[in-house]
């Protein structure tokens, strides 16, 4: 029964996060043209958009905290495959812990260092050499270094992990794990690419597969959610 619980929680959890991201990425880049805005220049466009929008930041703050919903989903994943895939599992999970708290990380500096940064950019006035050190620093070591390398390589490792352990489990479609597989080596790709062949400062470079991402996490909470027989007889 207490397993049973778990997964129910984590499906929960899974679909709630996957959800919710794609929706406040939809409602920000409507509604305040981000993160496209702040391309470039950030010590320049940064005051703008944060200063002109202050309930951008409510959106930011959700979506700060929103990736801590991964926990409870990668721990109900990590049972939902049993004991035979008991170490791939406990892997995966720890690998997730890491991707969801660098996730928030690396988000958190949005509704927090850079708030206050464009306040003080804007009213204050610092010198170049300044703003470009405490903008563009802190934003390099938690947008790129944090929440690009370190949050997208553990999730990908994530997804890959339970791909495989979903296969020698049967506790996961073959589709759902071949689709999470297949999706890790292409993020794996485009970090080789991003790292070695492309200026890595390029904010932009990279985000377009998360809406896949979010895609196989819904899938896999809807799957979780499933009664035991269903599950087995995929």
Request: aromatic share 12%; glycine share 8%.
């Amino acid at each position: 029964m207490e397993i049973k619980g778990t997964l129910k929680a984590g499906g929960i959890c899974l679909i709630v996060m996957a959800v919710l991201n794609v929706l406040l990425d939809i409602i920000m880049a409507i509604g305040y043209d981000f993160p496209m805005r702040v391309q470039g220049a950030l010590q320049k466009n940064l005051p703008y958009v944060l200063a002109h929008h202050s309930h951008l930041t409510l959106f930011l703050t959700y979506k700060a905290v929103l990736p801590l919903l991964l926990i409870p989903g990668a721990i109900g994943a990590k049972y939902m495959l049993g004991e035979r895939c008991r170490g791939i599992g406990l892997n995966a999970m720890v690998f997730a812990v890491v991707a969801a708290l660098t996730w928030c990380m690396s988000n958190m500096i949005w509704p927090s260092i850079n708030w206050y940064a464009a306040q003080a950019l804007q009213h204050v006035g610092y010198t170049d050499m300044l703003s470009y050190l405490l903008v563009g620093g802190l934003n390099s070591f938690a947008a790129i270094y944090l929440g690009l390398y370190l949050k997208v390589l553990c999730l990908s490792l994530w997804i890959f992990l339970l791909g495989l352990a979903g296969i020698r489990s049967k506790m996961i479609p073959n589709w759902l794990c071949y689709f999470g597989i297949v999706l890790a080596i292409i993020v794996w790709i485009m970090l080789f690419l991003r790292t070695f062949l492309v200026n890595p400062y390029v904010l932009d470079l990279g985000f377009n597969l998360f809406p896949i991402v979010n895609l196989w996490i819904f899938l896999l909470g809807c799957f979780m959610l499933l009664p035991p027989k269903d599950r087995e007889s995929h």
